[in-house]
């Protein structure tokens, strides 16, 4: 013989209480994911730098650069080519090599001029990566660009 299960206010009481633990438990797991991934702050006066944007982008552009990134056989090859489709060589080259999402991969590649493009050596595992560069023309304008490569497995 079986007894008859029956819901009181005790037993609502509890799975009420249960749901709502989990989901405040899944919040804070998923706030703290963010601010632990959240690499910071990329101007230190957001005003400051919007006062200067448009002229520095007028010069940037000035310059006519197209940037292109691909991986192939171990190497990662940055072409930078001016507005007649001509390889540039910077007076400069700064760049941050990392994932979008968080900085754990972030790395600074050695580049290298060979006279076509920008090469360094780095084996990169599959998914879509970020080059942040910045460059200095010969006769001293700064280019900043952010180059999307995607690496296919």
Request: without cysteine; charged residues 20%; glycine residues 8%.
């Amino acid at each position: 013989m079986t007894k008859e299960f029956k819901l009181t206010g005790w037993h609502a009481l509890a799975i009420f209480g249960g749901a709502f633990a989990v989901i405040i438990s899944v919040n804070l797991v998923l706030a703290y994911s963010a601010v632990k991934t959240f690499p910071g702050l990329e101007v230190k006066n957001s005003y400051v730098a919007s006062q200067e944007f448009d002229i520095r982008r007028a010069e940037q552009e000035s310059l006519g650069w197209s940037v292109y990134a691909e991986s192939k056989g171990g190497l990662l090859i940055l072409s930078i080519k001016d507005a007649d489709g001509r390889p540039v060589q910077t007076g400069s080259l700064e760049a941050v090599l990392g994932r979008a999402t968080h900085v754990q991969d972030d790395r600074s590649p050695e580049f290298a001029f060979d006279g076509q493009a920008y090469v360094a050596r780095e084996s990169l595992r599959p998914g879509n990566w970020n080059i942040r560069m910045k460059a200095t023309s010969l006769d001293g304008v700064q280019f900043e660009q952010r180059v999307v490569l995607h690496v296919e497995s």
